[in-house]
């Protein structure tokens, strides 16, 4: 199976830099597989995303950093560079309702997620069987009014023990420390049950009913010290009617919650997701 590299790029716009980047590549005999670019004329941001055949070009990964960083250095760019080699490690929270945690799993047995999970963290028992079944540790860290901080030491130390490159949290009903959401800025990412910004906080679903709504959805975003409000990834919709109850509500959202996790969650494993301020680039 061919493996690739993936250069991200963020930088001021200017003229010059796609035949600069794609230059440097076909001059070390890269063939780009697949590209993707984006200008922000309000921002006066440039966004790039590259897929390169790894054998085409005649070096390793390391070696390929250091020649690109004079680019890098010129355009004042942040970037990044990956080898699909390496499959990325990803932790996944859960508390007690099973459906996204489900679809996450069935999802990476079934090869479309690429990325070893290394434990569920979780702050209830309910699903131990159901990972522990997949052959996936299982750390039930309960957390009390009483001793947030502790569960939280406890949770933190499991995620760096599991070295994490990213966390997961598939309807975790707990409000992380501001400490892990710095630590691990880009890197959380959580799925709301609603159509963020509208109907943030608890029962949104029960709030949208009350409002008479006619359509609902789920935000898939990364994690920030502020509630809800990180920069998103994916979101959808589902539409509905006066004839629907409240449960109604919750059934149909279970349905566009797993589906825009696992989208969200694959578009940050293929490093398309470039997050600029409190927004994102999505090269889908």
């Known amino acids: 199976m061919s493996h690739y590299y993936r250069l991200v790029v963020s930088c001021p716009d200017r003229v010059g830099i796609v035949s600069r980047v794609s230059g440097f590549i076909a001059g070390h005999g890269g063939s780009i597989t697949e590209a993707s670019q984006h200008s922000d004329l309000e921002a006066g941001?440039?966004?790039m995303r590259y897929e390169i055949l790894a054998d085409s070009i005649g070096m390793d990964a390391a070696a390929l950093r250091v020649a690109f960083a004079p680019v890098a250095r010129e355009f004042g760019m942040?970037?990044?560079l990956t080898d699909t080699r390496?499959?990325?490690r990803?932790?996944?929270m859960v508390s007690r309702e099973s459906h996204c945690l489900v679809d996450l799993l069935y999802r990476w047995t079934a090869g479309e997620l690429?990325?070893?999970?290394?434990?569920?963290?979780?702050n209830h028992q309910d699903l131990r069987g159901l990972v522990e079944w997949h052959g996936i540790p299982y750390h039930h860290v309960p957390v009390s009014p009483g001793d947030r901080g502790g569960a939280f030491a406890e949770m933190q130390r499991l995620v760096e023990e599991a070295r994490a490159d990213s966390v997961v949290l598939a309807r975790y009903m707990q409000i992380l420390p501001p400490a892990l959401c710095e630590q691990y800025a880009g890197r959380v990412i959580n799925i709301h049950h609603s159509f963020l910004p509208s109907f943030a906080g608890a029962k949104p679903y029960h709030q949208a009913y009350e409002r008479g709504v006619k359509l609902i959805g789920a935000t898939c975003h990364y994690v920030t010290e502020e509630l809800d409000a990180g920069p998103i990834i994916e979101q959808d919709i589902h539409r509905v009617s006066h004839c629907h109850t409240p449960h109604d509500l919750v059934r149909f959202g279970r349905d566009v919650e797993k589906a825009v996790l696992a989208r969200g969650l694959r578009w940050h494993l293929e490093d398309r997701v470039l997050i600029h301020g409190n927004k994102t680039v999505v090269f889908a």
């Open 45 to 47: 941001r440039f966004f």
């Open 78 to 80: 942040q970037w990044a």
């Open 86 to 88: 390496r499959r990325p």
């Open 90 to 92: 990803v932790v996944l």
């Open 114 to 122: 690429d990325c070893d999970i290394p434990c569920v963290i979780s």
